[in-house]
């Protein structure tokens, strides 16, 4: 049995990714600072004998050498994540996600662990109109989150070149689905959206709502992580997407229709920081991971509103 260690794992991709990989046959260990996760993301997990759950910071180099003793494959998710938190306060998402990756990527190398798939973001595209997105166009990372997520995926495919462990970086495209943080200034979209809708509020554009993104269900990224792990592309980073992309408008009119309500939006000024349009290219991942998505997103737009419902 293949041991795993999930950093990030009382998050929402953290904790979803840690219960597929057990469902997998992994053995598998989860490490949180519960700064942003939620220990009732953990429920299920705790009680089985197979996830170990060990509470201390990615940048605790003595910690992580502990913690990765006999560990064959690290998916590290941990992250201080949104752009406006990182235009607020710049400082906490570059120590927690450079310096944590620095360390997570170091101390893997010395324990010997094969593989280390890191979650990497489409931000760093920036605001670039030519779409779909491909691998190979230049990154414009344009707040501190997007350049703390370049420095990431950089870090770990330079240490595939210098080092004798395989790295793979994963361009999440607005990974969306149960679990996710709905509270808070920082919440994301669609569960922010959902929260308000079903409480009969109006949610709150920025900008005229024609925005696009390639709002990609968690179960995609999850096979996209098991299959970077597993296969044979160290050095290497791809896109994880539907290929699609949906406007801000549009999510707003599938969710009335969901929730069967008939709120309108308010509508206020774009943010510093927010791109314009985000649509995955997903044809390299597809070729050399074998990667296809699973579940589209009115599927799991209607699973994640049965969710929080």
């Given at each position: 049995?293949?041991?795993?260690?999930?950093?990030?794992?009382?998050?929402?991709?953290?904790?979803?990714?840690?219960?597929?990989?057990?469902?997998?046959?992994?053995?598998v260990?989860?490490?949180?600072?519960?700064?942003?996760?939620?220990?009732?993301?953990?429920?299920?997990?705790?009680?089985?004998?197979?996830?170990?759950?060990?509470?201390?910071?990615?940048?605790?180099?003595a910690?992580?050498?502990?913690?990765?003793e006999?560990?064959?494959?690290?998916?590290?998710?941990?992250?201080?994540?949104?752009?406006?938190?990182?235009?607020?306060?710049?400082?906490?998402?570059?120590?927690?996600?450079?310096?944590?990756?620095?360390?997570?990527l170091?101390?893997a190398?010395?324990?010997?662990?094969?593989?280390?798939?890191?979650?990497?973001?489409?931000?760093?595209?920036?605001?670039?109109?030519?779409?779909?997105?491909?691998?190979?166009?230049?990154?414009?990372?344009?707040?501190?989150?997007?350049?703390?997520?370049?420095?990431?995926?950089k870090?770990?495919?330079?240490?595939?070149?210098?080092?004798?462990?395989?790295?793979?970086?994963?361009?999440?495209?607005?990974?969306?689905g149960?679990?996710?943080?709905?509270e808070?200034?920082?919440?994301?979209?669609?569960?922010?959206?959902?929260?308000?809708?079903?409480?009969?509020?109006?949610?709150?554009?920025?900008?005229?709502?024609?925005?696009?993104?390639?709002f990609?269900y968690?179960?995609?990224?999850?096979?996209?992580?098991?299959?970077?792990?597993?296969?044979d592309?160290?050095?290497?980073?791809?896109?994880?997407?539907?290929?699609?992309?949906?406007?801000?408008?549009e999510?707003?009119?599938?969710?009335?229709?969901?929730?069967?309500?008939?709120?309108?939006?308010?509508?206020?000024?774009?943010?510093?920081g927010?791109?314009?349009?985000?649509?995955?290219?997903?044809?390299?991942?597809?070729?050399?991971?074998?990667?296809?998505?699973?579940?589209?997103f009115?599927?799991?737009?209607?699973?994640?509103?049965?969710?929080?419902?």
């Amino acid at each position: 049995m293949s041991t795993a260690l999930v950093t990030g794992a009382a998050g929402f991709i953290g904790s979803n990714l840690s219960d597929a990989l057990l469902e997998c046959g992994y053995s598998v260990r989860g490490i949180d600072n519960f700064t942003t996760g939620r220990g009732n993301n953990l429920k299920a997990l705790r009680s089985r004998d197979d996830f170990i759950l060990h509470e201390t910071d990615i940048r605790d180099d003595a910690a992580m050498k502990d913690v990765l003793e006999g560990v064959d494959y690290v998916f590290h998710q941990a992250a201080v994540p949104s752009v406006p938190r990182s235009i607020d306060d710049p400082v906490t998402t570059t120590d927690a996600n450079c310096t944590g990756t620095a360390t997570v990527l170091n101390t893997a190398r010395h324990a010997n662990v094969d593989t280390v798939v890191v979650a990497s973001s489409s931000s760093v595209y920036g605001s670039s109109e030519e779409l779909p997105k491909t691998e190979t166009m230049s990154e414009v990372p344009e707040s501190p989150y997007a350049l703390s997520k370049y420095f990431t995926e950089k870090l770990a495919l330079q240490f595939s070149d210098l080092y004798d462990i395989n790295t793979v970086a994963l361009r999440y495209f607005n990974i969306f689905g149960p679990r996710q943080d709905q509270e808070g200034d920082y919440a994301a979209v669609i569960p922010k959206f959902i929260q308000l809708m079903l409480h009969d509020e109006r949610p709150v554009i920025y900008g005229d709502g024609e925005q696009s993104r390639d709002f990609t269900y968690i179960d995609n990224a999850i096979q996209a992580n098991v299959l970077a792990a597993e296969g044979d592309v160290s050095g290497e980073a791809f896109n994880v997407g539907t290929g699609g992309r949906i406007t801000v408008n549009e999510l707003v009119e599938m969710l009335n229709e969901l929730l069967e309500t008939d709120i309108e939006p308010i509508y206020d000024d774009p943010r510093p920081g927010d791109v314009r349009h985000s649509h995955a290219d997903i044809s390299k991942a597809t070729e050399l991971l074998g990667y296809k998505p699973e579940v589209g997103f009115e599927e799991g737009l209607k699973q994640t509103v049965e969710y929080y419902e």
